[in-house]
């Protein structure tokens, strides 16, 4: 009994700072909109926009080779040439690899 009031008077005499106590460990890490899921969805949302300025300027790039190809026919011949090792009849063609550097990967 004297255990219960003991913690009575603790309890009587520091509610407030019990209350404010309770109050922040429920908003930093219980509530569903928690401090600690805040600062995540922070961090997400910041990989995320980094991502789509990569994608942003990927595509900007695509674009740009795509109105290439699409009005300069010797953008085609070049590209056709260089990456799928065509030729006109008359030529010969002559592919030269350096067995020390190693290739990209494509992506």
Do not use: C
């Amino acid at each position: 009994m004297i255990k219960l009031l003991t913690v009575w008077n603790f309890i009587r005499r520091h509610k407030y700072w019990i209350t404010v106590l309770l109050f922040l460990t429920i908003i930093g890490f219980l509530d569903e909109n928690s401090m600690v899921r805040r600062i995540s969805n922070i961090q997400k949302i910041n990989k995320l926009q980094e991502s789509i300025k990569e994608y942003q300027a990927d595509y900007d790039e695509n674009t740009k080779r795509l109105n290439e190809l699409t009005t300069n026919p010797r953008s085609i011949e070049k590209v056709a040439r260089e990456k799928y090792l065509m030729k006109k009849t008359n030529e010969d063609i002559y592919v030269i690899q350096d067995e020390n550097i190693e290739e990209e990967p494509q992506k």
